[in-house]
């Protein structure tokens, strides 16, 4: 798979079936829609196209066919969890000005700020793709806790990575921090 190639849609089944991932087919545009309603989410285009063609459930894959509170959870997990790193004080954006002494005003800045950023939809266990996306490709983040790193430049890289055994190439912060591919999570993913 090549970031400039389509998926290989039958490759990737084989290798998800290796681990153990049970391959469904594809989401309609109807499911496809009615997901969206039921979780207020926007599936981007690469996302969209991906679930549209095979439907993987288990291993950590989400079932985006039914309403489950996990799912729930796991959408506002980015939120939640960029929220506590502020409050134990792990994080805070230099671009959100002079750090605010009480826990309430600075939850205020954090909300706000984060509030236009495009939202992480789950992809597979704790790994999000954005809403909105710059380019042709979505990148995926891996999110544990306050803990943010890129796990693949796209899907296909991703894909690549976690079930192909191939390694990613080296992310760097200087180079990467500055793609409006990752912003505003980049943020995040290279903060010092």
Do not use: C
């Amino acid at each position: 798979m090549t970031d400039s190639a389509p998926l290989d849609v039958p490759e990737i089944v084989k290798r998800l079936r290796r681990f153990g991932v049970v391959v469904e087919p594809g989401l309609s545009a109807n499911e496809l829609s009615a997901a969206e309603r039921r979780y207020d989410v926007t599936f981007n285009p690469e996302h969209r196209w991906f679930l549209s063609q095979i439907s993987p459930r288990g291993r950590g894959w989400w079932d985006w066919r039914s309403d489950t509170p996990a799912l729930r959870q796991a959408i506002s997990r980015p939120v939640d969890d960029i929220l506590r790193s502020v409050n134990d004080g792990v994080f805070w954006s230099p671009e959100w000005g002079v750090r605010p002494a009480t826990t309430a005003e600075r939850n205020e800045v954090a909300r706000s700020e984060s509030a236009g950023w495009a939202r992480l939809v789950p992809l597979v266990g704790h790994r999000y793709v954005p809403e909105h996306i710059g380019g042709e490709h979505s990148p995926v983040f891996s999110i544990v806790d306050d803990d943010m790193i890129l796990y693949g430049r796209s899907l296909g890289e991703f894909l690549d990575h976690q079930y192909g055994g191939i390694a990613l190439p080296a992310v760097t912060r200087d180079e990467d921090a500055a793609s409006p591919l990752y912003a505003p999570w980049s943020t995040w993913v290279f903060s010092p």
